[in-house]
């Protein structure tokens, strides 16, 4: 039943759940080091599993000895590896950002009730994206997917101010809604089944029962509208541009790509052959999202609000490749490449959000005036970061984009490659617009507080890591080749 | 049709119920209630659907325990959310901000 | 709200009810039997009650998932209840209820202690016993014996996500021997009661927590 290789997969789990657990006994604002150390080991680990994969692919673990359908089984392939591998590595750069950013001197109100709560927030989130890459089980799914929900909801609401009260509870509403909806569509799936275990269940056929048919539209519903996909995005852009930077760094980069992943895991898998008879659907929302996205990032009046909007833009491109997908595997790779360098890009804009934040104690872009010679590092990885969502070359948003172009041309589908081109453009529009204010001249120089280096170039390093991903991108996109483990 | 379907039918409707009162009520707590009519509507299912034939399946009845646990936590947290809001701005409903600012 | 998107809201509510009730009336027969194998694996889960045996042993994961979520639920609900004036004084009140209280609180006790024993064997178990304690604090402060809970101390925080821990650390014990949650047959039985022992006490002390750090101060 299990590989004779000790197996470190469910390490992920426990780890993040253990210091989460004790940050909270250690108390309030406490724990940071100790989240530190265990994420880094978690980032180890996650490394060694990668090797492990290459070399004898797929890996299954199964909960309790029992096996499926009767226990959980735990399985990584190639797809949920490289999901493992971005989670850890965002969150341990943003957990050092952090720590610096989680100080007494935050006095622009917007660390103080987020500081004492962000290190078992953050704990429980991490262990439920990794339980969420890891789990074979549509109802242990489901159980992951209201870990990862409520954990976001508290980081957001953690600030404690109105807004970000309103946006959590907004947030929280869209994801409770969804949440029973996949729950009723597991529900259907036991009912016709009479097992969840995704190695049990047979691939929906064009004979499947109706119920098995319902199941996989709400369970579609379900992940689209945590996704934030378009047009259910309205959610995210308060959560995300209301909460403190750390929060949304993590939000945007990463929590959004969860419900991404699964919804593809199940679009491939599951539920196969009605994915494919309205693959253009996700297709049209994801342009309809690029174009929105951009044009609400072009108009937003402060710079957290426009990075949020962004989110929504780049969420897009993930869903473009549906229509897309073919054996080549073209679309599939720079889907995955997308998520990849979106998450380390926009992880690094919403950390130099946070650091003008801190700096100016203003959040608007009009007041980003000037700040271009006094904060070059900073200004640096935004315009790194940007490089990376506008898809210039080295980039790794160049690599995913000329993917997903190679992929509409070689099926000779113009339409989704000049969608891809056209929101590059919107891309470079709404970037520049903020690189240009912070080179413009201007009479006021109100004083600027000092900011932690640790902000600064924590923010650069995974600007800098979105840029050279495009550079060493095959390499990792050959972890893709890995299959599951039968 | 045997009482396993009939406790699911009954979960259908309580299901849609919750779910239109999530999209339609404006006032929080009443969305917060409608979340757990539409809870309670899929665990019936969940358990009705497993035992239509009768039998007793104990598979479900654990999932809906841990399905339960799951969703008093999230009333938990709504409610506290929602006694934040109340206290912060006097407010009990979601303001319209489809607007960016 | 305006008219027409409510209306398309019920309409669409009425449609997807229609289609799940024509679903579930001409489902197949499922097939893989589940309970079939629960009851063939039994024996060797360490309780004889099944549903017990699918909560903490074949599907102890998602359990030990699912008191996170609790425990992530009171961290959470904590983070919104800011610093506040408690007062100690216990209030005249009426006297029927603090001696119902007096009266019913041992028996509370009494009946979770019960319920936890029993789950090895038949319905019962940790999370029915955390809810009766749990019960059991409510009714001590709708009876104005027992104050609203400010910030938790150290021992309280402990108590919270003590349950979790033990848990944990159980499944990492399991886990250092090669598979997460394997229970060795001959301990099975005592460990899950260990956990469901540990969880008892937190789960009480969470689901009170809910209650307790969000009630009035002043009603005391």
């Known amino acids: 039943m299990n590989d004779p290789v000790y197996d470190v997969a469910p390490w992920l789990v426990l780890l993040p759940l253990a210091w989460a657990g004790l940050a909270f006994v250690w108390g309030p604002g406490r724990g940071a080091r100790l989240a530190l150390a265990g994420t880094a080991l978690q980032l180890l680990l996650t490394l060694r599993l990668a090797a492990e994969l290459l070399s004898l692919g797929g890996r299954r673990h199964a909960v309790g000895g029992w096996g499926a359908p009767l226990g959980i089984d735990l399985a990584v392939d190639g797809l949920s590896m490289t999901m493992l591998l971005l989670t850890q590595a965002v969150a341990f750069a943003v957990f050092i950002y952090a720590r610096a950013y989680f100080t007494d001197r935050s006095a622009d109100g917007d660390g103080h009730g987020a500081r004492n709560h962000f290190w078992p927030l953050a704990g429980f989130l991490l262990a439920a994206m990794n339980a969420l890459y890891l789990s074979a089980d549509l109802f242990n799914l489901y159980v992951t997917l209201e870990l990862l929900g409520l954990a976001a909801v508290g980081l957001v609401a953690a600030g404690g101010n109105a807004a970000q009260v309103s946006a959590a509870l907004r947030y929280l509403l869209v994801s409770l809604l969804a949440s029973g909806a996949y729950l009723l569509g597991v529900a259907l799936i036991y009912g016709s089944y009479g097992t969840v275990a995704l190695s049990a269940l047979p691939l929906m056929s064009a004979d499947a029962p109706l119920a098995v048919a319902l199941a996989a539209a709400l369970m579609g519903v379900a992940l689209l509208l945590k996704t934030a996909l378009f047009p259910f995005h309205f959610w995210l852009p308060p959560a995300h541009g209301g909460a403190p930077a750390p929060v949304s760094a993590l939000l945007s980069a990463l929590v959004v790509k969860a419900t991404f992943y699964l919804f593809l895991r199940l679009g491939l898998g599951l539920f196969a052959p009605l994915g494919e008879t309205i693959a253009w659907l996700p297709g049209l929302l994801g342009s309809a999202a690029i174009f929105w996205g951009s044009w609400q990032a072009l108009r937003a009046q402060r710079l957290k609000m426009l990075v949020a909007y962004s989110t929504v833009a780049q969420l897009g491109y993930l869903f473009l490749i549906f229509p897309l997908l073919a054996p080549d595997g073209l679309a599939l790779q720079a889907g995955v490449m997308q998520a990849l360098s979106h998450g380390l890009a926009k992880a690094a804009m919403f950390m130099t959000a946070g650091v003008f934040l801190q700096v100016s104690g203003r959040d608007a872009v009009a007041d980003l005036a000037g700040v271009a010679g006094r904060l070059p590092v900073t200004l640096f990885a935004f315009g790194l970061a940007g490089v990376t969502l506008m898809g210039l070359p080295p980039s790794g948003g160049f690599l995913a984009k000329w993917l997903l172009i190679d992929a509409a041309l070689a099926q000779g589908r113009w339409g989704w490659a000049a969608v891809v081109i056209a929101g590059g453009l919107l891309t470079a529009l709404y970037v520049f617009r903020v690189v240009r204010q912070a080179f413009a001249s201007t009479e006021a120089r109100p004083p600027l507080a000092p900011v932690p280096r640790t902000l600064e170039w924590t923010a650069f390093a995974l600007a800098a890591a979105s840029v050279l991903l495009g550079l060493r991108g095959m390499e990792v996109l050959h972890l893709l080749d890995v299959g599951a483990a039968s | 049709m045997s009482s396993g379907l009939v406790y699911a039918v009954v979960g259908v409707l309580l299901f849609v119920l919750g779910a239109a009162g999530m999209l339609l009520l404006p006032h929080l707590l009443r969305k917060i209630l409608a979340f757990n009519l539409l809870g309670s509507g899929a665990f019936l299912i969940l358990v009705g659907l497993a035992q239509r034939d009768g039998g007793v399946d104990p598979v479900p009845h654990a999932m809906v325990l841990t399905g339960i646990v799951v969703a008093v936590a999230a009333t938990a947290l709504a409610l506290a959310l929602l006694r934040r809001l109340h206290a912060l701005s006097g407010r009990t409903q979601l303001a319209d901000e489809s607007a960016d600012e | ?220």
């Open chain 3, 1 to 220: 709200m305006n008219r027409a998107l409510r209306a398309a809201v019920v309409l669409g509510a009425g449609l997807l009810a229609a289609l799940l009730v024509a679903a579930i009336l001409a489902l197949p027969v499922p097939a893989v039997r589940l309970p079939a194998l629960v009851a063939a694996h039994l024996p060797a889960s360490g309780v004889t009650h099944p549903v017990t045996a699918v909560l903490l042993n074949f599907r102890g994961y998602d359990t030990l998932l699912e008191v996170a979520v609790l425990a992530l639920a009171l961290v959470g609900l904590l983070a919104q209840s800011p610093p506040r004036e408690l007062t100690h004084a216990p209030s005249p009140g009426e006297p029927v209820l603090p001696l119902l209280a007096r009266v019913l609180v041992p028996f509370l006790i009494l009946s979770a202690g019960y319920l936890l024993w029993a789950g090895a064997h038949r319905p019962g178990g940790a999370f029915q016993a955390g809810a009766v304690l749990a019960a059991a604090a409510v009714v001590l402060h709708l009876a104005r014996l027992w104050p609203a809970w400010d910030r938790p101390g150290r021992g309280l925080r402990l108590g919270l996500v003590g349950g979790l821990l033990l848990f944990l650390a159980v499944a990492a014990a399991l886990l250092a021997g090669g598979t997460l949650l394997r229970y060795p047959p001959q301990l099975a039985g005592t460990l899950i009661l260990l956990i469901e022992i540990g969880l008892t006490v937190s789960l009480g002390l969470l689901l009170a927590g809910l209650f307790l750090f969000l009630a009035e101060p002043r009603s005391l």
